[in-house]
């Protein structure tokens, strides 16, 4: 799927941050809490109501962002709980009429574009606090019809009152069709508002809600609708159009959770290197404390992120897929120009490295790490790289930087994988075994 000119800063950026936060952060067990504990409503909402995060400061949000080399940011301003984090006029259970009496989505927009980042929003269609969503659309049209209008003039007030808005973010239109929420013409009416807005692929599924063994098909994701394509909680490439995947800081949990364990930082690396090197985004998130703060545990694992990305940036930024050799067993690549990136999860801790299936000669090598120059001899068999270091140069990932006068290619039999070639490519290179003996 083709985009313009001005949305190719979005596959460039390849790093973006994910804000869930609401009130349900009051709890600390997860942004889903009113609906997987079945809170009770009337008590939910009061809380809700009375939540006041006096210690959020959008500012401070997008230093650690900008520090840690996020491009872009998606924040959710309304989560299936149905509480706006705007001063909206189609409802009153919102951040400006209850407590806070703070338009939390401009502080943010505000602070992050003067931090020179992309603005991103998230809206869920869910609404769990709603009949009409719980119930048959065809058998209650006017509550439907009414929940539905709501959903579109929120959306219009968020791409309206903002200024530019580069990423909108739709999730939670299961278990109703598209038809029903009138996704194409929402989608319509957006890019009637903002031309160059990126939208994603949550519009609903192309199919029925239909279930199976109990299980929901499907997770409101359209093959054709939206322009980027969203796996979460897995890092797939999306081969019909650009994608990011959207993982959490934490094992599991995207609001505010007490006790949740963290990701570990090369971890959480190695997600912005894989999706790097598949031609893919990550979005990382973070869920933020119900005082408005980010947690301690966030700021430190993307701050050592952000000094790696200083040295390392360019294997990641303004890159495309790599896959050019086979290099599972000890990381990922990726490509820019002339150049490939060798991004080291395992280090050999040999002062040579043997890269058999480059079917184009290097020009010279560079670990970016150090700065260091290093040898580099083209033999028939491989090319060489000598003069590494036997320790790692670096706790996170050490990045190799090989350039060609042209764009590198792979020898032809380099081109298939171990578990997807065609077995008889190979019989070139097998011994020939006498069997009589």
């Known amino acids: 799927m083709a985009i313009s000119e001005n949305q190719k800063w979005f596959p460039e950026s390849r790093f973006g941050l994910f804000l ?3 009130p349900y952060s009051l709890y600390g067990r997860g942004e889903q809490v009113l609906f ?14 009375a939540w006041n995060p006096e210690e959020f400061d959008a500012k401070s949000w997008a230093k650690t962002a900008r520090e840690a080399g996020f491009k872009y940011a998606v924040l959710t301003t309304r989560h299936h709980d149905s ?19 703070r338009d939390f989505v401009r502080e943010y927009v505000d602070a992050f574009r003067e931090a020179g980042l992309k603005i991103g929003l998230y809206y869920s269609w869910a609404d769990w606090t709603s009949k009409a969503y719980w119930s048959d659309p065809d058998e209650h049209p006017e509550e439907w019809s009414a929940l539905r209008d709501m959903t579109h003039n929120q959306v219009e007030e968020l791409l309206t009152n903002y200024g ?27 890019r009637e508002l903002q031309p160059d807005i990126l939208v994603n692929n949550r519009l609903d599924a192309d199919s029925p809600f239909t279930k199976s063994q109990g299980a929901v098909e499907f997770a409101g994701e359209s093959r054709t609708m939206g322009d980027f394509g969203t796996p979460e909680h897995h890092i797939t490439a999306d081969e019909s159009r650009i994608w990011e995947s959207c993982q959490t800081s934490t094992w599991r949990l995207w609001g505010y959770c007490r006790g949740e364990r963290w990701r570990p930082t090369d971890l959480l690396l190695d997600f912005l290197c894989q999706s790097a090197s598949q031609g893919g985004n990550l979005l990382l998130n973070a869920g933020p404390q119900p005082d408005g703060r980010l947690p301690a ?7 050592a992120i952000g000094r790696w990305l200083a040295v390392h940036g360019e294997a990641i930024y303004g890159t495309r897929r790599g896959d050019l050799t086979e290099f599972t067993t000890k990381g990922w690549q990726t490509r820019r120009g002339n150049s490939l990136y060798l991004i080291y999860r395992f280090w050999s801790q040999e002062s040579a490295e043997r890269i058999a299936e480059l079917a184009t000669p290097v020009k010279s090598a ?10 580099v001899e083209n033999r028939e068999d491989a090319v060489y790289i000598k003069g590494l270091p036997l320790l790692q140069p670096t706790e996170l990932f050490p990045v190799i930087r090989l350039n060609f006068d042209s764009a590198p290619e792979a020898k032809d039999w380099a081109k298939g994988r ?10 070139p290179w097998v011994r020939e075994i006498d069997q009589s003996k």
Not at 87 to 95: R, W
Not at 367 to 374: C, K, P, R, V
Not at 418 to 427: A, I, Q, V
Request: some cysteine; proline content about 4%; overall charge negative.
């Open 83 to 101: 509480y706006a984090l705007w001063d909206t006029k189609y409802s009153n259970y919102n951040s400006m009429k209850c407590a806070p009496k």
């Open 418 to 427: 171990l578990w997807n070639l065609d077995p008889k490519e190979m019989l």
């Open 297 to 303: 545990e966030f700021i430190e694992r993307s701050a």
């Open 20 to 22: 869930h936060w609401g």
């Open 366 to 375: 560079t670990l970016l790490t150090t700065g260091q120059s290093l040898e």
């Open 36 to 49: 997987r504990e079945h809170l009770d409503q009337d008590d939910y909402e009061a809380k809700a109501r």
């Open 164 to 190: 530019k808005v580069d990423v909108f973010w739709f999730d939670g239109s299961w278990p109703h069709p598209a038809l029903k929420w009138d996704s194409q013409g929402l989608l319509d009416r957006m």
